[in-house]
């Protein structure tokens, strides 16, 4: 509560700071068409303004600042109440907003990257996996969520099925092939890269403290969750990781690879709202979208990719998929037709199917086999993290076919 009431402070002095902006730039617009004659009424008009917008600006900061003080002491001694789905939600979306600006705060709202178990984080050591893993197997299917969502995105419309009936990706894999399913929560408003390389850490300690010997794992990434995956096996093979040479399988569901077109449009609005004094400050607000907004718009994966010292000018060049694991694409239209064209337009209105498929660039593009490519029409892009329905046609992981090519399984094709 103190955090919250901190950054609510904070927030409502850049609002107000904002204001006086937009004020201060109409108004030098109004006095030079009637200047010299209104320097003086203009020295006095800015003078005022000033005085106001710093007490209002003052007020409101004490008295923010001062009230969630209060209410964080209070708070202490209330009883503890155990986190709900909504506050998770809630704190991964802050997160996703201005996830970078809180990390750089060690603001306690920053959420850390970890395993989850029941909306609490497991310590990748081997007393904490057992007890949050009674039924660890040697094959782990790893669940890694997209921006602004937490590892119950994962459980969306889970009991479909029935009363008491609950179906996920992760029930299914362990049901049908005996794969224990581990969910990741991170905080989606840091670098992409930055969550690669705190993936593959984690995972490096995870893998080596699991209960037994882990032998395969598969990668399930929504949406940014893909992108991290990326980014982590590629620094997983730089520092000699050995649990990304335990990866066969990756999907990427409605992942940007090549980028996201609404990211893009947004980058292309506040550089068009930049050319004007009066515009300038609302220029200022959507730039202030985390770093893991702005990675979207290329698919930057390595920090070379965004850190301004380079000029890095194809994301996908030098990351290449890792080789010996098995990759598919699924990717989706809110159209029930792919060559609709407002499907064709708008994707699952965050991702366009060319991007989930990793396109065609002469840049350097990661094309995916035709045979692991899915698209399913009448879908948008958050239904493809839904859990598979045995009624519904457009469950991807229920209709897409894995091969076990390259491993020790049998020969022949197994429905996931």
């Not at 109440?81 to 809630?90: E, G, H, I, K, Y």
């Not at 990793?358 to 840049?363: F, L």
């Amino acid at each position: 509560m103190q955090a919250m009431g901190r950054l609510a402070a904070r927030t409502s002095a850049d609002a107000v700071s904002l204001v006086e902006q937009v004020h201060r730039a109409v108004a030098a617009r109004a006095f030079s068409s009637a200047a010299p004659a209104s320097r003086p009424v203009r020295v006095l008009h800015d003078g005022i303004a000033t005085g106001v917008y710093a007490a209002v600006r003052g007020a409101g900061l004490v008295t923010v600042l001062a009230a969630g003080e209060l209410v964080g002491a209070a708070a202490r001694w209330a009883p503890k109440t155990a986190p709900t789905p909504r506050s998770n939600l809630a704190l991964a979306v802050l997160n996703a907003t201005v996830g970078d600006e809180l990390a750089h705060q060690a603001s306690l709202l920053a959420i850390p990257m970890a395993l989850r178990r029941d909306r609490v984080d497991v310590a990748p050591r081997r007393p904490a996996l057992e007890v949050a893993f009674p039924e660890a197997s040697s094959k782990v299917a790893l669940f890694v969520h997209g921006l602004g969502e937490t590892e119950e995105s994962w459980r969306l419309h889970a009991d479909r099925q029935g009363p008491g009936i609950e179906s996920t990706y992760g029930s299914r894999l362990a049901q049908d092939f005996g794969y224990t399913p581990v969910y990741v929560r991170y905080n989606t408003g840091l670098h992409i890269s930055e969550n690669g390389r705190h993936l593959t850490a984690l995972l490096d300690k995870a893998v080596g403290a699991w209960p037994v010997p882990v032998t395969e794992i598969i990668v399930v990434g929504h949406s940014m969750g893909g992108l991290v995956a990326r980014s982590a096996c590629h620094y997983a093979q730089e520092r000699h990781h050995s649990w990304v040479s335990k990866v066969r399988h990756v999907f990427y569901l409605g992942c940007p690879h090549l980028g996201a077109g609404l990211e893009r449009w947004v980058s292309a609005l506040s550089s068009v709202l930049g050319r004007l004094d009066e515009s300038r400050p609302l220029a200022s607000i959507l730039d202030r979208r985390s770093a893991g907004i702005k990675d979207l718009g290329a698919g930057h994966l390595l920090d070379e990719h965004w850190h301004p010292d380079t000029n890095a000018t194809s994301p996908g060049r030098g990351v290449p998929l890792i080789p010996w694991a098995t990759h598919y694409s699924v990717s989706a239209t809110v159209t029930t037709s792919r060559r609709n064209p407002l499907g064709r337009l708008v994707g699952d209105l965050l991702v366009h199917p060319a991007s989930a498929r990793g396109g065609t660039r002469r840049d350097g593009s990661m094309p995916f086999p035709a045979r692991y490519v899915r698209h399913f029409g009448g879908m948008h892009h958050f239904e493809s993290a839904e859990p598979p329905l045995r009624l519904r046609g457009a469950a991807p992981l229920a209709r897409c076919r894995i091969r076990y090519a390259g491993d020790t399984t049998p020969p022949g094709v197994s429905r996931c």
